[in-house]
Each structure stands twice: as C-alpha cells, then as structure tokens.
C-alpha cells in the first residue's frame, strides 16, 4: 500500500489545514499515513535557520489572514487561537508514543480540532486529556511514557531523522526520497504517493 | 471588468510559474491584468526583514526541487538558471515603463521565458533587447525612459505602494482589500477578483 510520511509540529499554524484533511483525501486514494511528530526549535537551530519572522511583520498579519481565508475556502471551520505561539512540547511527546502505538491520527485530529475550533489551545492539559480521551487513552498510562527517558531520546532522533530527510517546516511529507512542503503540497505529495505504488 | 493587480519582483523564482500562467488563466475568467513591477531589496530593507533564507541551506534546496517538480506538474518547461539570484533592477525600471505604456505582459513573458527555459539570464543585456522586441519595442527609446530620474522616482514610490498593501514577496495579487502571496494563491486570487465582480 502506498505511504506517506507526515511530520508535524503542534504549534504549527498551516498544519491546521492539513490535520484536518489529510484523513479524508488518504482514505480517498488508499494511502497509508505514517505519522512523525517532531519537535521545530531543536530543528531550527540545528539546521542553522534564523527566527521565524516577528509576530508584528506584514508577513505575520499576512499568515492569520490567509489561513482563515485557506479555511473557508477548503470549507473548515476556524476560530483564531487566542495564544500563538504556544508550547507544544509536551503534546509532541505524547504524539509521538502515539505514533508508536497506532493511534496518533485520533489523537492528533482532536488536539488539532480543540485548538482551532474552539480556543481549547494545544499545551494545556485540557487539550491533551481530551485528545487522550479521544483516541481511547488513559493519561495516567500514556504521560509517564511520554516523559520517559527513552521517549525523550527517541524525540532528539525524530530531530535527526528530518534533517536527514531535508526538513526545515511543518507540515513537511516524504514518500521515497521526495519532500513536499505545506498544506500547499498535501493533495501532490498524496498524488506521488500513488504514483510510487506499494 | 475584475481586475488583479499582479506585484512583480523580476529576481524571484516562483513567479515564473505566475508569469507562465496568468495570462491564460485571467483570459478565461475574463479578468485584467493590472502589472505592478516592484524591487524587493529596498522593501525588504524598509520593513525590516532579515535576509532571504541562505543558498546553502535545506530550504533553498528544497526550492529548487519544488519549482522543477511544480513546473512539470503545470506542464511548463524549465531550465535551472546558471546564476541565483540576478541583478533583476534594470528590468524592473524597465517592466514600470511597459506598465505605464500598456506592454507589460509580453515583455515580462518573454524575458521570464528566457531566462528560465533558455538560460539568456534577467540582468543581461541580450534578455532585456529581446524582451524589448518581443513587446515590440524600441531599446532607444525606452532604456532612456527607464534610466530617467522621473522613473527611479516612480519605482521608489511602488516600494511604498507595495508596503501600504502588506506586501513581502513576489509574486504577490492585490484584490480591492485582500492580498494573496504566492503562485499556489494564483488561483484563489483570480477567483477572488471574479466574485468582486466589476
């Protein structure tokens, strides 16, 4: 079955975009996702890339406004989050025994959902208990594992593994040795997908 | 009529893409073209944006590959220029005369045609006479127009226009209040300008 790999960051804003269509268009064109979380400041550093742009540029105000327009557009609800940007560390952690465990679209697409229909942010433990909830998890299992010294490690080589892959954004997609970057990117990364076969 | 204004930077690399496929794309909504070529370096400067991400890094590279990927799923030829980035300031004076004189479109096709399926670079003297031809236009008549104080003084007075629309990069598309970034916004722009109406 063709797979695509998807690595996302939680605090990215565009992954919105994808988190909530990735399901539908993949079930579409009978693709597998294969889920990677990652965590983007570790990444940024290490790949030598300079601050995102200032929270006050054009480019800012640019972004919030395009991705409402992108949301309507695509017919997705959207309430901007009041916070921004927020500390996704933690969710990225459980996202990623998640992804071990075969459960991370469940989780993510409620973290997601939470955050940007209805201003439950991602960082807060009420976003991560129902997103746990959501996908059948008990918290009391799932966060000790989460911050375990094996997860964290397994963390600092998700890092190694997109640069490795020559990823510097979120949502980035990989199938075979090809990289498609953005929400912009989602329905052609798909299609290439298809196109390599099993 | 729709119209769109179309914000040009004559350096930038997506808008190849733009500049292939707008003309075509506006005849079949049956919206104007309205060409607004402006020069990035002293915007970037005026709104305080650092530097362009670095030529050695994974985001450039993966720049390159994405507009060769897009460029063949568009149908476009494509031709990887020899040199990046190009002196693009004596095409831009040049572009702001068209504009004003109603020629834009040809010649901004042509010199994007050359540079990028041909290698004849924008910057050079061979790109900007055949673009010139192409527009059918005198370079003896318009390369003094475009060298004019009045005209410099028009292309620093487009930096201003552009930062009053929230501009930062090319190619860009103004709709009455609404500014879309990006050739993946192409479309979404054109759509916009035809559901403005007149």
């Given at each position: 079955m063709p797979t695509l790999e998807i690595w996302l960051e939680y605090a990215s804003t565009y992954s919105y975009l994808t988190v909530s269509r990735v399901g539908a268009l993949a079930r579409e064109r009978g693709v597998l996702l294969d889920w990677q979380p990652f965590w983007m400041a570790p990444l940024r550093e290490q790949i030598g890339m300079g601050a995102p742009f200032p929270h006050a540029s054009s480019k800012a105000a640019y972004m919030w406004r395009d991705l409402e327009r992108r949301a309507h557009t695509l017919g997705l609800p959207y309430r901007k989050p009041e916070?921004?940007?927020?500390?996704?560390l933690q969710t990225i952690r459980v996202a990623l025994v998640a992804a071990r465990q075969g459960w991370c679209q469940a989780f993510t697409e409620e973290a997601f959902r939470l955050h940007w229909?209805?201003?439950?942010?991602?960082?807060t433990e009420a976003n991560l208990h129902a997103a746990l909830g959501k996908a059948g998890q008990d918290p009391a299992v799932v966060l000790p594992l989460a911050s375990s010294p094996g997860n964290k490690e397994a963390l600092k080589a998700q890092t190694a593994r997109a640069i490795e892959r020559g990823i510097f954004g979120s949502p980035s997609f990989v199938v075979g040795g090809e990289l498609f970057w953005g929400d912009d990117r989602l329905e052609d990364a798909l299609d290439w997908a298809v196109a390599q076969g099993g």
């Open positions: 916070q921004y940007p927020v500390n996704s229909t209805e201003g439950v942010l991602i960082g």
